[in-house]
């Protein structure tokens, strides 16, 4: 039975203020490698700048479950675990700014996209000295390597964090995990986009490891690592969190069709643009009529598409009980995960409550 959604981010994150440690703990941490990279040279103040920007804000959904992972194990709150969660948020900056070169994204959260940054800078310089290279092949270049940098600092943060090294090394297991199934996740997306054909199995498959897994599961399984918890605990977490990170991804699929650019910084009906081979995606191409199918085909993935156009690919996907579909898909997921919950041995009941009003808040996105 579902319960209702929490109303605020407090009643979502409990008493602990996790954007805000998390936060504190990323601001200090690039502080250390602002000194780092400044000593190679005063051009890597920009690269640093990026990250710091990347970094701001969010939702810190990963750092929650992982929260709530470690409380769920009997974690001792004294202990780092916020600064240790903020590793999942710099792993998660890392895999934006790749994802967005690879979808060619102009936008993240309300702003240019690392790789559109780093192109404006570059044609600044170059209008202003009146020579210089591409600024485009300078853009995605840079956005590269700075996803690549945060891949090495979200380790580097999880092992600087504070917890001793049979911890780590219990957590490393999971964050491994994460780091692989995240980019096999990414390779999929890019397979089923480049195929041309929306195939369910494949979407599903994509739903799994780029989100479901990254998102929920893994994080939940650092934080229960670090506690020092047993294998019946690690399988309850995934009973819940594999769900529930199942039931995010379709509603986020949901919104970035028909979402609000003020609250999903994106543009509105970008993925279709993108041609993005979701779940929603692949119902719809299951069950539209030849007519909606030879019209869908026509427009989806075409970067030009105008408003009027949107709206017909919107109508198409609502018509085929695409949407309605996804819907049930979120309710049937989340009700499995709370099931799951409650039957799994937690250490506390706060624990509980925490990641029930997380699982929800996660699947309606009230954060």
């Given amino acids: 039975m579902l319960v209702q959604a929490p109303t605020t981010l407090r009643d979502v994150y409990g008493e602990v203020d996790i954007p805000a440690e998390v936060q504190r703990a990323l601001t200090g941490f690039l502080d250390l490698q602002q000194q780092r990279l400044t000593d190679i040279g005063p051009e890597l ?31 001792d709150t004294t202990q780092p675990i916020l600064t240790a969660a903020a590793s999942l948020e710099m792993l998660h900056v890392s895999a934006l700014v790749h994802d967005d070169v690879m979808d060619s ?92 054909e929306s195939d369910m199995d494949l979407a599903l498959r994509v739903l799994r490891y780029k989100a479901a897994s990254y998102t929920v599961e893994r994080p939940l399984h650092v934080g229960a690592a670090l506690a020092g918890c047993d294998q019946p605990l690690i399988d309850s977490l995934s009973a819940y969190g594999r769900p529930i990170g199942e039931a995010f991804q ?78 049930d898909l979120i309710t049937e997921r989340t009700e499995d995960a709370l099931d799951a919950l409650d039957r799994a041995p937690l250490a506390d009941d706060t624990a509980r409550k925490g990641l029930t009003d997380l699982a929800i808040a996660a699947t309606s996105r009230v954060l």
Avoid: M
């Fill in 250 to 327: 379709l509603r986020d699929d949901l919104l970035g069709v028909f979402g609000d650019p003020a609250l999903t910084g994106k543009p509105a009906g970008d993925d279709l643009r993108e041609g993005k081979r979701t779940v929603l995606v692949a119902y719809a191409v299951d069950h539209a009529s030849e007519v909606q199918l030879a019209e869908f085909d026509r427009l989806f993935g075409r970067p030009d598409l105008d408003d009027d156009e949107i709206q017909l690919l919107r109508e198409i996907l609502q018509d085929s009980r695409a949407v309605q579909a996804c819907e």
């Fill in 105 to 196: 994204s102009d936008v993240r959260r309300g702003a240019p996209a690392a790789h559109r940054r780093f192109e404006a800078l570059q044609r600044a310089r170059s209008q202003a000295s009146g020579r210089g290279g591409d600024p485009v092949n300078f853009g995605v270049g840079a956005a590269i390597l700075l996803g690549d940098l945060c891949l090495i600092w979200a380790d580097e943060l999880l092992h600087t964090s504070g917890f001793d090294a049979a911890a780590l090394a219990r957590a490393s297991r999971f964050f491994d995990s994460v780091r692989v199934e995240v980019t096999a996740g990414q390779y999929l997306d890019l397979v089923a986009q480049a195929s041309g």
């Fill in 45 to 75: 103040t920009e690269v640093v700048q990026a990250a710091r920007d990347a970094t701001s804000g969010g939702k810190r959904l990963r750092p929650a479950f992982c929260y709530w992972g470690f409380r769920a194990a009997g974690g």
